[in-house]
């Protein structure tokens, strides 16, 4: 009986430290994550002014497009990680740090799942079924971060993801859509949200 007392008490004080823990782990995440969808949202728009020919689609414009976000993202990921290093995560932070990083090594079991499968048939449709799962499993973690805080902007922002995923399932055959659909989601899923959590950070410091 005291074993089972102890363990509900350290389940109670876990729940209670999920729940109602500090929100300082949000100005990291926020401004990586915000970073992460100005730069590879910009990135997939100016792919899809590329298709639409707004934009030229070869020569050294081509390779910025394709090289340069990543380098860019890098670069910044490093600042921020650097800025932030002496912050400590909550319990909410590194739980839902630990959803997030579950899903990211989700992509890349998809990635040997529908990769495989898309280079056996030689069939670019199948492999353009990848990125719409990824945004799915986005909003997946987004809605734990829901279930976990209660705050209504975190179901918005995946029900967002995973209609974002789903409607670019719809577009696989009109790729210049498919990548429109793409870098808005990035936007308003990945840099608005990035940009809330900065504010509700620096607001709660």
């Not at 363990?7 to 926020?30: H, N, P, Q, Y």
């Not at 990848?130 to 029900?159: E, F, K, N, T």
């Amino acid at each position: 009986m005291s074993a089972d007392s102890e363990t509900a008490r350290d389940d109670l004080a876990f729940m209670r430290a999920l729940v109602g823990g500090s929100d300082d782990w949000l100005i990291t995440f926020g401004e990586a994550y915000f970073a992460a969808g100005v730069v590879y949202g910009a990135q997939i728009l100016m792919n899809a002014g590329q298709v639409f020919g707004w934009l030229p689609g070869q020569g050294l414009w081509a390779l910025a497009t394709g090289l340069g976000p990543t380098v860019v993202y890098i670069a910044i990921l490093v600042w921020i990680l650097r800025r932030h290093r002496a912050l400590r995560p909550s319990a909410t932070g590194r739980s839902l740090s630990a959803v997030f990083g579950s899903i990211g090594l989700a992509n890349l079991a998809l990635v040997a799942v529908v990769g495989s499968v898309a280079l056996r048939e030689h069939s670019i449709t199948t492999w353009l079924i990848y990125p719409c799962a990824v945004l799915v499993l986005q909003g997946a973690a987004w809605l734990v971060s829901y279930v976990v805080r209660r705050r209504g902007w975190l179901g918005l922002v995946a029900a967002g993801w995973i209609v974002a995923g789903v409607a670019m399932a719809q577009c696989v055959q009109s790729i210049g859509y498919y990548l429109l659909i793409a870098g808005l989601s990035f936007a308003l899923c990945m840099a608005l949200p990035g940009w809330v959590m900065i504010r509700l950070a620096r607001k709660a410091g």
